[in-house]
């Protein structure tokens, strides 16, 4: 244990919990010895916390050995764990989580300086003073280098400036774990599509080589790009489906590469991701 892990019972309870959580939010983990996804998930959760270096606790109840604390917040599936902000219970899941669900649920509930900076600057940026937004974001960003939310924005800023190399720079910090990973992603594949449609060339002369000549794949791949770059996004997929289908091999796997940087443009819940990727994967196999 260390001083933001410890194990709480029925007499310690309303003062390690109820009452530390109105200075700072406590996770509570109601667990049990014979449950196994228990044993997966505690060390998880103790990583997670200690990670945050005080910011959020974590409280340990085994629900056999304190079955009134389970009976009191209705326990019925373990494991269960439970945040307290305030004296009260803001959000809860049950079984085991990733580690990426487990940090977006804390991060929902902390307070934090830089955030505070974040949410002023988006209201400067709001109100067209973009150079004390950016200022503001920089500072936040000195003063928290961890908060990926302020990452984020300072690099949609440079990316929307042209300052592309930069944007990417602080993109590949963000961490998968970090609740914009998947923004991250997705501004990632702009970039790298913006990039491509300024070299692409003229989309009716690659229209014109593809209709002369079908497993011209090179005609392709710049086609598809400018199709994503117009937001023409499914016929882009098939652009690049159908350079699998010629060469799978072309320019190291293009076809496949290509519809994954689409995916990650989308996201996982576009309407086109799920279709399209059974696609590339019934090519692949």
């Known amino acids: 244990m260390s001083d933001y892990v410890f194990d709480a019972n029925e007499l310690t309870f ?39 270096n005080g910011e959020v606790r974590l409280a340990y109840v085994d629900t056999d050995a304190e079955q009134n604390l389970a009976a009191q917040f209705g326990i019925r599936s373990l494991p269960t764990v439970m945040l307290f902000k305030d004296g009260a219970v803001v959000d809860q899941f049950m079984g085991a989580q990733p580690e990426s669900a487990i940090r977006a649920m804390i991060d929902k509930h902390m307070l934090r300086e830089s955030d505070l900076m974040l949410h002023q600057a988006m209201s400067l940026l709001e109100q067209g003073h973009e150079a004390e937004a950016l200022e503001l974001l920089r500072l936040a960003h000195e003063l928290d280098p961890k908060n990926s939310a302020v990452l984020f924005t300072l690099a949609r800023f440079a990316a929307h400036g042209g300052k592309m190399e930069d944007a990417l720079s602080m993109l590949s910090s963000i961490p998968d774990t970090a609740a914009e990973a998947g923004m991250a992603r997705e501004l990632k594949a702009q970039i790298h599509f913006s990039r491509q449609a300024e070299q692409a060339g003229d ?63 989308l996201g996982d819940n576009h309407p086109l991701t799920l279709p399209y990727r059974r696609k590339m994967f019934g090519m692949l196999h």
């Not at 103790?46 to 990670?51: I, L, P, Q, Y």
């Not at 016929?235 to 190291?252: G, T």
């Open 14 to 52: 309303e003062e390690s919990v109820i009452q530390a959580s109105m200075k700072q939010p406590v996770l509570v983990d109601f667990w049990a010895a014979w449950c196994q996804p228990c044993q997966v998930l505690k060390p998880l959760l103790k990583k997670v916390v200690e990670s945050y």
């Open 203 to 265: 989309a009716n002369e690659l229209l014109a080589r593809i209709e002369a000549n079908p497993a011209d794949c090179e005609a392709r791949e710049k086609f598809a790009v400018l199709l994503v770059s117009q937001g023409q996004y499914e016929a882009a997929l098939q652009q690049y489906l159908n350079i699998m289908q010629i060469d799978r091999s072309y320019n190291d796997g293009a076809g496949r590469k290509g519809m994954i940087q689409v995916f990650e443009l």
